[in-house]
């Protein structure tokens, strides 16, 4: 089975419908979305385009998925970035209870799929983590393939034995520009879509409400942040979530 893995879209609608349009895509027997799909400038649209791949769409929850929902309800605690409350405004209330829904892992074909760690949807593991810190975050896993996101780094490493991938992130990489995504089926292979980034940034600009839309495509767009930039951030003393 060929499964293409899409993680943190984050509302950025012209990325994920330049990963859509990849015939490996298109041909997968299923497209497994890892989570935190919808925080970002186009939220409801990225979500009916998402709800329109229909059953080869394997929905796993991210952490921004669940204070997505928690924020358009008024509860929970909020992410201070800006664009985050305003993306839980534009949300419906028949859009909560999908969100509600989405588990936080998946097993297909033995192998497990979650957004951060199978047991926490904010944990931060990163491919130069010791060993020591993946035998944590797997206590009790029994597969012995992993693929996760959240850190919207790529990369593909053995921990122990178990082999970990990260398809990076469609819609905010930190590294290369693109959308990074990830084809598990004959082997494991890290995929980065190129896309017209200037034609996207105003795109965004024309359709999408949020006031700071222009600055915010400009940074994660534009000019994503370097890997080097996040590991430091990531490694640095209490971050546990993105």
């Not at 664009?83 to 074909?109: E, G, N, S, Y």
């Not at 996101?149 to 122990?160: I, K, Q």
Request: charged content about 20%.
């Amino acid at each position: 089975m060929n499964v293409a893995v899409l993680s943190d879209i984050h509302g950025v609608l012209p990325a994920l419908e330049a990963v859509l349009a990849e015939p490996d895509v298109a041909a997968a027997d299923r497209i497994v979305l890892l989570g935190d799909l919808l925080a970002g400038p186009m939220p409801v649209e990225t979500l009916e385009r998402l709800r329109a791949l229909g059953s080869r769409a394997v929905w796993v929850r991210g952490n921004a998925d669940r204070e997505l929902a928690a924020s358009a309800r008024g509860t929970g605690k909020f992410v201070p970035d800006p664009i985050f409350p305003w993306a839980a405004r534009q949300l419906r209330p028949a859009d909560l209870p999908v969100l509600d829904a989405l588990p936080l892992t998946v097993t297909l074909d033995s192998v497990l799929f979650c957004h951060a760690t199978p047991r926490d949807d904010t944990e931060i593991v990163l491919v130069d983590s010791p060993l020591e810190r993946w035998a944590e975050v797997f206590s009790g896993v029994a597969e012995r393939t992993v693929v996760l996101g959240h850190t919207h780094m790529p990369f593909v490493r053995l921990a122990d034995r178990r082999l970990v991938v990260n398809p990076g992130s469609v819609g905010m990489p930190y590294g290369a520009r693109g959308a990074h995504w990830a084809l598990l089926g004959d082997g494991v292979q890290l995929r980065r879509t190129a896309y017209d980034v200037e034609e996207a940034c105003r795109f965004l600009a024309a359709r999408s409400g949020y006031p700071g839309i222009e600055e915010w495509a400009d940074y994660f767009v534009r000019n994503p942040a370097s890997d080097a930039e996040a590991l430091r951030v990531f490694s640095g003393p209490g971050t546990t979530s993105t």
